[in-house]
C-alpha cells in the first residue's frame, strides 16, 4: 500500500510567520512520530501520538511548536512565529502499534525561514 | 544519557570491495536496533529491526548484526546503487517513544 505522504515537499517562509505541515500516515498504523533533522545534525524527535492516549510532547523546542492528529490519521504540525533556527526538514513516521514497532518515515518537508 | 556512535563518518569504497559500518550504543534498556539507509533529499527507507544480542537479518547486499554494545552493518561487493546515507538508531526502555538516531556515515562507492 501506500508509505507516508507528507506536504508540502518545501516550504519557504519570512521569519514571524506561521506554518503548518501535514503528515498522511500508512492507513492502520497506530501510531505517529515527526522527527526534525538540521544540517549536519541526526535526526532530533519531536512529538509521539498512539491512538487516543496523550501525546508524548517532550521533544517539542519550545512552545510556538505544536501538533495535532485528527480521528486518528492525519498530522498537522504547526510551528508559529518561525525563526531562522527552525530550518530544517521535518520528517513524519508511523509504526503499527507502539513503540518498539519499526517506523516507517514519509519524505520529509523542508522549512526554510528566511 | 543514552546515546549512539556511528563510525566512520564517511567510507569510500571501490565496487566490489566489502566492509562493515558501526554503530555503538550506550543506553539503559536497548528494546530494539533500527537501521536505516537515507538517499540526499529523501526520507530514511527501512532496513532491518534487531531486537537482542545475537541477532542477525540479511537483505541482497546487506547483513546487520548486534551484540550488548554494537551493531554492524556488513555491506558485501557493493554497487554505486549502495551509496547513501546509513543511520542506526535505537528504541531505549528509559527514552520513552523517542527513537535516539547517529549521526550517520555517508558511504560512496565508486565503480
Known amino acids: 500500500g501506500a508509505g507516508v505522504s507528507q506536504s508540502p515537499s518545501n516550504k519557504v517562509t519570512e521569519k514571524g510567520k506561521d506554518v503548518e505541515l501535514r503528515c498522511d500516515p500508512i492507513?492502520?498504523?497506530?501510531?505517529l512520530y515527526w522527527y526534525r533533522q538540521s544540517l549536519g545534525q541526526g535526526l532530533e524527535f519531536l512529538i509521539y501520538f498512539q491512538g487516543n492516549s496523550a501525546p508524548d510532547k517532550s521533544g517539542l523546542p519550545s512552545d510556538r511548536f505544536s501538533a495535532e492528529r485528527t480521528g486518528g490519521s492525519v498530522s498537522t504540525l504547526t510551528i508559529q512565529r518561525t525563526q531562522q533556527e527552525d530550518s530544517a526538514v521535518y520528517l513524519c513516521?508511523?509504526?503499527?502499534?507502539?513503540?518498539?514497532?519499526?517506523?516507517?518515515f514519509g519524505p520529509g518537508t523542508r522549512l526554510t525561514v528566511l | 544519557e543514552d546515546q549512539v556512535t556511528q563510525s566512520p563518518e564517511a567510507l569510500r569504497l571501490q565496487e566490489g570491495e566489502s566492509s562493515s559500518l558501526n554503530c555503538s550504543y550506550t543506553v539503559s534498556g536497548l528494546r530494539g536496533l533500527f537501521w536505516y539507509r537515507q538517499d540526499p533529499g529523501k526520507g530514511p527507507e527501512f532496513l532491518f529491526t534487531?531486537?537482542?544480542a545475537g541477532e542477525e537479518k540479511e537483505k541482497e547486499r546487506l547483513k546487520a548484526t548486534l551484540t550488548k554494545k554494537e551493531s554492524f552493518l556488513h555491506i558485501t561487493a557493493p554497487k554505486p546503487e549502495d551509496s547513501a546515507t546509513y543511520l542506526c538508531a535505537v528504541q531505549a526502555r528509559q527514552a520513552g517513544t523517542a527513537l535516539i538516531f547517529g549521526k550517520g556515515t555517508t558511504l560512496s562507492v565508486s565503480s
Open positions: 534487531l531486537y537482542s
Open positions: 513516521a508511523s509504526s503499527l502499534g507502539g513503540p518498539p514497532d519499526t517506523q516507517y
Open positions: 492507513s492502520g498504523h497506530t501510531a
